[in-house]
């Protein structure tokens, strides 16, 4: 089944030690996006890559950075872990026909600081 | 930017009974608003879309209505069941923008 894949699902980082969240897909979408949420909150977008494009939020933190070297891969690190990052990590894909369509989430990373 | 307010925070209602959440937007240009259900732990699963086009969807027991001239779409669940608590997004887009603005999230609890 075409899908949006996230690993790992549990993350338990030290607080200041870098992390890569990562998120594949097999929809050949080419748009992918990276989405934090905390408990009782929306999804917040940090940024999404439009093929190879990379649009960063305007309240995205430096901590967090983006990769994607292809279009079925993405990662997000994160290089110096707060414990105000602590989250649901959510990947989504869409793909772009010149009208916006359904974006389809990954089952997420949950980032634990200690 | 986009604005998208969201109402009520939390709603409770009896089984069986419906349920109504409400939206508000801010950008005249958006033209997609899309509905999310999340059950805790769980990723966002899309339950119904509505484009600018159209001023009504329904899919069985869920509809959206959409009001362009006023700014504001609701979700309306009918006949609920308690495996429909779980905590709902509203969003809305406009094509160029391509990302979608949540809503802050109603939190449903169907009580059997």
């Known amino acids: 089944d075409a899908m949006v894949i996230q690993n790992p699902r549990y993350q338990v980082t030290q607080f200041g030690k870098p992390v890569t969240l990562s998120c594949s897909q097999t929809?050949?979408?080419?748009?992918m996006y990276w989405y934090q949420q905390k408990s009782s909150q929306a999804p917040k977008l940090l940024f999404h890559?439009?093929?190879?494009?990379?649009?960063n939020e305007a309240d995205t933190p430096d901590n967090f950075q983006s990769r994607r070297p292809n279009t079925s891969f993405c990662f997000l690190d994160i290089r110096s872990p707060g414990l105000g990052d602590a989250a649901m990590y959510l990947c989504?894909?869409?793909?772009?026909?010149?009208?916006?369509?359904?974006?389809?989430f990954g089952p997420g990373t949950r980032l634990t600081v200690l | 930017g986009e604005n998208v307010e969201q109402h009520p925070s939390t709603l409770s209602v009896q089984e069986g009974d419906s349920a109504v959440i409400k939206c508000t937007y801010s950008?005249?240009?958006?033209?997609?608003f899309p509905w999310y259900k999340q059950e805790l732990g769980k990723r966002p699963q899309l339950i119904i879309d509505?484009?600018?086009?159209?001023g009504e969807k329904k899919d069985q027991r869920i509809a959206v209505t959409l009001n362009k001239t006023a700014k504001h779409f609701s979700l309306h669940i009918t006949e609920t069941q308690p495996e429909d608590s779980a905590v709902y997004f509203c969003?809305?887009?406009?094509?160029?923008?391509?990302?979608?603005?949540f809503g802050s999230g109603t939190q449903l609890t169907v009580l059997p």
């Open positions: 989504a894909t869409s793909q772009d026909r010149g009208h916006f369509n359904e974006q389809f």
């Open positions: 929809l050949n979408h080419n748009v």
């Open positions: 890559y439009y093929d190879k494009d990379f649009n």
């Open positions: 950008d005249s240009a958006s033209n997609y």
């Open positions: 509505i484009r600018s086009n159209v």
């Open positions: 969003a809305a887009s406009s094509g160029s923008a391509r990302q979608l603005t």
